[in-house]
Each structure stands twice: as C-alpha cells, then as structure tokens.
C-alpha cells in the first residue's frame, strides 16, 4: 500500500497552528472564524465555516477539503506543512486569491491526472486505489464529477502523483 497513515496530514496539528496564530493575534476563537471565513455575509451565496467544524479538527478524521484550504489560507500556510517529513517548498503555496474570492479543489482536474497516471502505469481504477490506500475505486472515478473532496484523502491523491496539492486548487466567485 502507497499510503503512511502516520505520514497523513494532521487535523490535529491544524487546530493547533490555528490556534497559535489566534493567540499570537490576540484575537477571540470567533474573531478569527470570521478571518478564516472572510467575513462572509449572508447574501454572498458562500457557506462559511463553523465554529465547530474548526473545533473538531481536534478529534475527526476527516475534514471537508474547501473548508481546510480557507483554514490553510488564513495561516499562510501549505497543505504539506501539515504532512511529517513533507518540506512545504515555494511550490507548494496556495494561490494568492483576491479577498472577494474563495480556494476550491479542483477534483476534475485531480481525476483526470489520476486517469492518467493510471493508464501510464497500466493499472485499473481498483489497483490505483489500493495502492493509494484509505479509498476506493468507485471514489476516484467520481472526482470527475467535480464536488468536494476531504482532507487527509486529497493529500494521499497528490502524494501518489507527485504533485503539489496547490496544484489541484483553483479560485473562485464562491
């Protein structure tokens, strides 16, 4: 198997950087919700993120991938830094998105670079699967779709074709 559950990326840690940053800003848990979440107001059409959500980066196992890269975003930070032994390079940085914007995953881009490097190693959707790990077939055949994708998952994805996560992210009205 392809993936190190150790060498995932932490939620855990994630919480905590954004919990030091608050702290080094001096700023309030819902100060800095409404920082992550740009301030978001009620007619942009854009969901922001919970209070809850950032707090249960402590105990979950999955988070929901849009809602990590605002996090990311807010911190400055690169999806690798959150991954043991992953330097987080110039190349791994996110997009710089004007204010009004938002960072999305680009999970039909994602696909169709994990077709690729399937077809290129001359394996089924199966085999790439297992060779990933924590994911099944049927799971990367509807990336094509477009949607949402979570976190650690898309990190093990970018692990396995080696590219940058930052690769895979676009920006958007919302």
Known sequence: ????????FSLADLHSAIDTQRRRQGITWEQAIREINLDVDSGSGRHPIARSTVAGLCTKAVAEGDGVLQMLRWLNRAPESFVPGCEALDI???PDAPSDRVLRFDTAKMHAALDAQ????GMTWR???????GTTAASLTN????????FPGVMRLARWLGQPTAHFVRI???
Do not use: P, V, Y
Not at 127 to 133: K, L, N, S, T
Not at 143 to 150: A, H, P, T, V
């Open 143 to 150: 990336l094509r779709k477009g949607g949402r994708i979570g």
């Open 127 to 133: 085999q790439a699967a297992d060779e990933i790990g």
């Open 172 to 174: 958007t009205d919302r």
């Open 92 to 94: 791994h940085r996110l």
């Open 118 to 121: 399937r077809k290129t190693r």
């Open 1 to 8: 198997m392809f993936s190190d559950r150790r060498a995932d």
